[in-house]
């Protein structure tokens, strides 16, 4: 088997790429590394079934040879991205989709999109079933990334319907664990490294704000549930067990030993008051949920953080 991955270098891209090598697969990972880090592949760098393309997928793509699976993973996602490079998310979500999906159609391979649990936008359905459409504010600061999301899942259900692609969605909520940058803005990232630096914790709004966490193993899992399912319409996946921000705070100083202190922020604009996964669906066609618990994911995620930051 033959898969393009695309935003192969990044979190989790790198993961994806490490599994489907592991599969016995060959695996040509295509990043243009606005986000994405060479690091994150220096362990696949050697292996002669990984090929490694520096390409902008929103520029026409063309590969040699057969494709048999084509895994679009390419965008922004920290929130710091939001701001930082919101028109190069939309046009990720936009140009990026409909590249890889020319390309997917053009090699007859299988499809899976990376979406995200962003579709749902700051949600009044709680937890989201996949049935929920959302409330998204289109031109609010996370509407760059909201709206690319929902664009690429419309383009790809129309691929499917009009050009009989074969084609998966992958609705994925906040998945945390080794690979993530230092600098990402996201709740894990931002308090493993304020911990382990002694700087103040910082939480945004009051902390009463709820996500659930699913380490990167797990998602893992689960898309490679999906590629091998027949599944067309998006399904979630992430971890149901909810979790408040003051609390993430508290498990983080556990965990890491740390005496920072917990200092509070103003919430940014249109984060979600709550955000978890209805996973039934999940469950019921790919016979998955998460194994790994909160706690032994941060530690794994502990040790990562501890072996990358910098000595000070």
Not at 159 to 179: E, S
Not at 242 to 248: G, P, R, T
Not at 275 to 287: E, H, N, T
Request: net charge neutral.
């Amino acid at each position: 088997m033959r898969a393009v991955v695309t935003g192969g270098a990044g979190f989790i891209g790198s993961h994806l790429c490490e599994t489907l090598l592991a599969r016995g697969w060959e695996v040509i990972c295509l990043d243009n590394f606005i986000t994405g880090s060479y690091a994150n592949l220096a362990h696949l760098r050697h292996l002669p079934a990984f090929h490694l393309l520096e390409h902008d997928v929103t520029k026409f793509i063309e590969l040699d040879g057969s494709v048999d699976y084509v895994l679009h993973f390419a965008s922004p996602a920290s929130p710091h991205d939001f701001a930082r490079l919101p028109i190069q998310i939309l046009k990720v979500g936009a140009l990026g989709t409909h590249n890889t999906l020319g390309l997917a159609k053009a090699k007859k391979a299988k499809y899976l999109l990376a979406s995200s649990s962003a579709c749902y936008g700051d949600p009044s359905v709680h937890p989201q079933p996949e049935s929920y459409c959302g409330a998204v504010n289109s031109i609010g600061l996370r509407g760059v990334y909201d709206e690319s999301k929902r664009f690429a899942e419309a383009l790809t259900m129309a691929y499917h319907r009009i050009h009989q692609l074969d084609t998966r969605i992958a609705r994925i909520f906040n998945t945390y664990g080794p690979r993530m940058r230092h600098d990402d803005g996201r709740a894990i990232p931002n308090f493993m490294v304020q911990a382990l630096t002694k700087a103040d914790i910082t939480i945004y709004g009051d902390g009463s704000q709820t996500r659930s966490f699913c380490y990167i193993s797990d998602l893992i899992d689960g898309l490679l549930r999906l590629m091998d399912s027949d599944e067309h319409a998006p399904v979630n996946l992430g971890n149901p067990s909810e979790v408040s921000i003051l609390e993430l705070a508290e498990k983080v100083r556990q965990v890491t030993g740390s005496a920072s202190r917990v200092v509070f922020r103003p919430l940014p604009e249109g984060d979600p008051k709550r955000r978890c996964p209805d996973i039934s669906k999940a469950r019921q066609v790919l016979g998955w949920e998460p194994q790994v618990s909160l706690e032994e994911g941060l530690q794994r995620t502990l040790e990562y953080f501890r072996s990358t930051l910098p000595a000070r």
